[in-house]
């Protein structure tokens, strides 16, 4: 019988430095990270300003230990030559790098395209921006809320027209900056398998990999549709609420104990078995609702019918006739749903980490799910350049006399 060795990590063995702050280039520097790669983060005196956000414990911020994971702090003083030598000596050693900064911000610290080249020939170099690093827009300040707003994410999540006077909600977390971050990630791996592809058949490539992310594009390429209704038919697509504008019925529908339940019970074969579960045998045998365009004309109908039935449960127990029907349905989970949901807990997407600071933590887990060579969390977010002696000296190739002297200047911390 063989013995099966402890898989590594798919992304074991890559190197990638972080130049970023707040959210998009974390974000996808911790993407790699969980899935292996050792990511070097380089911070500025005072670290990163996202490590004084949400809320706070043991005077430190909780999603800091999320986002910072699988990381090396490294606090380098990019406005002294030294701290930019530091950077370039790492950067020299490693596979990637990605940089959130406006376009041009990393050049105008001394590492334009040339200089990049003649330190690491062969760099996947990813640029995550507002509006991306050409265009006439390319200067313009951007986060990720400004993202959402010109990629039409935020008029979509707008109340239905002429159902409230309040402004249109953001989705609640930034999921701008996110989608930004994993385009970021695409290309990296991307650049990384076309430049392994190439060293494989014998042509290695020495160019720069440039991937260019912006938060607006990256937002826009969600959009299915909508620009091409447009273009064609002129038609702009406008927010529905809780509905899905092209299927139904899916919504969101009451039940007794004020908890709302989404049902999606959108085809065919599902329409006819929600309602003989609600006792609608009437509705399942209108010829206008036996297929979805029909539905979608008489999605009200469907819809008071559906909440004057679920309304008549307490959500869970809701939850559990509509899942026994084999209809797709959910309570609308919280954070506390979530940290008891036992699919969730099987499968690690909610586990628990131990983080110096604050003790036993729940973490998010890790995806993609590699069953076979698992990605882990081998860190929490580390303390403000808790391992800039030890990058600089087995990375950077810097003497203990060379730290001392660079920690004296205050270039490094």
């Excluded at 160019?207 to 909508?226: F, K, P, R, Y």
């Excluded at 019918?305 to 809701?318: E, N, Q, V, Y």
Aim: glycine share 12%.
């Amino acid at each position: 019988m063989s013995t099966r060795h402890e898989a590594t990590p798919p992304l074991s063995g890559i190197r990638i430095v972080e130049i970023g702050h707040f959210i998009a280039a974390p974000f996808a520097s911790r993407i790699l990270g969980d899935l292996g790669a050792e990511i070097i983060k380089i911070e500025p005196p005072g670290g990163d300003p996202v490590r004084g956000w949400g809320a706070q414990s043991s005077g430190a911020s909780l999603w800091w230990s999320v986002h910072g994971r699988n990381k090396r702090s490294v606090v380098v003083d990019l406005k002294q030559p030294e701290g930019i030598e530091a950077v370039a000596r790492i950067i020299a050693r490693s596979d990637a790098l990605i940089e959130n900064q406006r376009p041009g911000g990393l050049a105008r610290l001394g590492f334009d395209r040339r200089r990049l080249q003649e330190l690491r020939p062969g760099l996947v170099v990813a640029h995550v921006s507002g509006y991306g690093q050409t265009g006439p827009a390319r200067d313009r300040a951007a986060f990720g809320v400004i993202g959402e707003a010109i990629g039409g994410l935020r008029h979509l999540t707008d109340h239905p027209p002429g159902t409230t006077g309040l402004p249109p909600p953001r989705v609640g977390i930034s999921i701008g900056d996110s989608i930004a971050g994993l385009y970021a990630v695409i290309g990296v791996l991307a650049g990384l398998v076309r430049r392994s592809a190439l060293a494989s058949q014998g042509q290695p490539d020495d160019d720069i990999c440039t991937i260019d992310v912006a938060l607006t594009e990256a937002v826009l390429s969600l959009m299915e549709g909508v620009v091409t209704e447009y273009g064609a038919l002129g038609l702009v697509r406008q927010p529905v609420g809780a509905r899905i504008a092209s299927a139904a019925p899916t919504n969101a529908y009451p039940s007794k104990d004020g908890r709302w339940v989404i049902i999606a019970a959108n085809s065919d074969l599902l329409f006819q078995r929600l309602m003989a579960l609600i006792g609608r045998g009437d509705l399942a045998a209108d010829p206008a609702l036996k297929n979805n365009a029909g539905r979608l004309e008489h999605v009200e109908l469907i819809d008071a019918a559906i909440s004057a039935w679920s309304c008549t449960f307490d959500a869970k127990r809701l939850a559990e006739v509509l899942a026994g029907a084999d209809i797709p349905s959910t309570l609308i989970y919280s954070a506390a749903d979530i940290a008891g949901d036992s699919q969730f807990r099987a499968r690690g997407m909610v586990r628990e980490v131990s983080d110096p600071r604050h003790g036993t933590l729940l973490h998010p887990g890790i995806v993609p799910h590699f069953p076979d060579s698992p990605g882990t969390i081998r860190s929490t977010g580390p303390e403000v350049g808790q391992d800039t002696e030890a990058v600089l000296a087995d990375i950077a190739g810097y003497t203990a006399a060379e730290i001392e002297q660079l920690q004296k200047k205050g270039v490094i911390a």
